[in-house]
C-alpha cells in the first residue's frame, strides 16, 4: 500500500468507514429489489439469483475494507 503524507490515521478511517456505508446503502438496494420481485405474481428465479449474487459482492467487498 503507497504512504499517505498528509492523510492522517483518523481520516484514512473515516474513508473507510464512508466506503463501507456506501456498499451498504448498494445492498440494502439489492435487498430491497429482492422483496419487491418477490411481491411480484411471477417473480423471475433469474432476477432473484443476480441480486443475491450481486448482495454477495457486496458483502465480500465491505469484509475487504479492512
Known amino acids: 500500500m503507497?504512504?499517505?503524507a498528509q492523510l492522517?490515521?483518523?481520516e484514512k478511517a473515516q474513508i473507510k468507514v464512508a466506503a463501507k456505508r456506501n456498499l451498504e446503502?448498494?445492498?440494502y438496494a439489492l435487498e430491497v429489489e429482492v422483496?419487491?420481485?418477490n411481491a411480484?405474481?411471477?417473480p423471475s428465479a433469474?432476477?432473484?439469483s443476480d441480486l443475491e449474487e450481486q448482495i454477495?459482492?457486496?458483502q465480500a467487498q465491505i469484509?475487504?475494507?479492512v
Open 25 to 27: 446503502y448498494q445492498m
Open 40 to 42: 411480484k405474481t411471477n
Open 56 to 58: 454477495a459482492e457486496k
Open 35 to 37: 422483496i419487491a420481485e
Open 46 to 48: 433469474d432476477r432473484i
Open 8 to 10: 492522517t490515521d483518523d
Open 63 to 65: 469484509a475487504a475494507i
Open 2 to 4: 503507497a504512504t499517505y
